[in-house]
């Protein structure tokens, strides 16, 4: 009897996990139908942003700093796991990256997952709390902010997850060059073109900064989603099994009850 009263307890185990899992993937799920909807209005902030970008640079060219010069790349990895090899795409990305040895390169780490698996590098500025949910984007981005103020470089590169893709560098600073040969005369200023650069340029930043958060908390959604799947696909493969084993277990256990009486009522009409 104790095989199958632990074969029970195993199964309510298992039934405990499933009933967890579910309710993240519910949660994974409501996530990504909302990052889904913001990432939609963020995208069309920055697409914004860059056309007024490029009439302004048609007509006031900035000069870019030498490429050689030190620079700063935020990373952005998972703060939870169960999201596959989330957080080891974006290693391998960065140690292929050429510019790591051809200047001198600062690491800002979002996420405490990636942060664990770059533990022992030395080029690691600081280390960021990441996002869970979409609420606490804005909090993880002061954090970056405040790291990258503590810090100075010509450049300044994102490596993170596209929502539909693997791990993307994209460079926020020097800004990159655009040109609009939609209008023929330059944009009426308030304020001194470099001024407004400037003005431009910092919400330029945190546009993109926000997208690579959003973006790369709805990879992580798509891929837990995926993954809770799969597990949860096992899990039930697990527990139909030992369902079957569990009836086996009790029909063998009745046959025997079945046959102590038989053999009982044998034993007791020969007595008579």
């Known amino acids: 009897m104790s095989g199958l009263v632990a074969l029970l307890e195993h199964y ?4 405990d996990i499933s009933s967890v899992m579910m309710a993240m993937k519910s949660l994974a799920l409501v996530e990504t139908k909302k990052l889904s909807r913001v990432i939609k209005h963020q995208r ?5 942003i860059k056309k007024a970008a490029a009439d302004f640079q048609t007509f006031h060219p900035m000069r870019h700093d030498d490429e050689k010069q030190s620079a700063i790349v935020v990373l952005i990895g998972s703060e939870h796991g169960f999201c596959g090899d989330f957080n080891e795409r974006i290693v391998e990305v960065l140690e292929s990256l050429p510019m ?20 022992e590098r030395s080029d690691v500025l600081a280390d960021v709390k990441g996002a869970i949910v979409t609420e ?8 970056i902010l405040d790291s990258l103020a503590e810090a100075s470089a010509p450049g300044l590169f994102v490596l993170a997850h596209e929502a539909q893709g693997g791990p993307i ?5 020097p800004f990159e060059s655009l040109k609009s040969q939609e209008f023929t005369n330059p944009p009426c200023l308030q304020l001194h073109h470099e001024e407004f650069f400037i ?24 891929q837990r989603l995926a ?32 046959e102590v009486i038989l053999s009982s009522r044998e034993s007791s009409d020969r007595l008579e």
């Not at 069309?44 to 914004?48: E, R």
């Not at 790591?100 to 533990?119: E, F, N």
């Not at 003005?199 to 959604?221: C, F, I, K, N, P």
């Open 12 to 15: 309510e185990r298992l039934k």
């Open 44 to 48: 069309s902030m920055l697409c914004n």
């Open 100 to 119: 790591i040895d051809t200047r001198p390169v600062s690491l800002v780490v979002v996420g405490s997952r990636l942060s664990a698996k770059l533990a």
């Open 136 to 143: 606490e984007v804005s909090n993880v981005l002061n954090h």
């Open 169 to 173: 560098l994209k460079q926020i600073i």
């Open 199 to 222: 003005e431009m340029l910092d919400q330029y930043l945190l546009a993109v900064l926000y997208g690579a958060l959003y973006e790369s908390l709805l990879a992580q959604s798509h």
């Open 227 to 258: 993954h809770m799947e799969q597990a949860l696909n096992r899990l039930g493969e697990t527990m139909a099994k030992l369902t079957l084993k569990r009836n086996t277990m009790r029909q063998e256990k009745i046959i025997e009850e079945i």
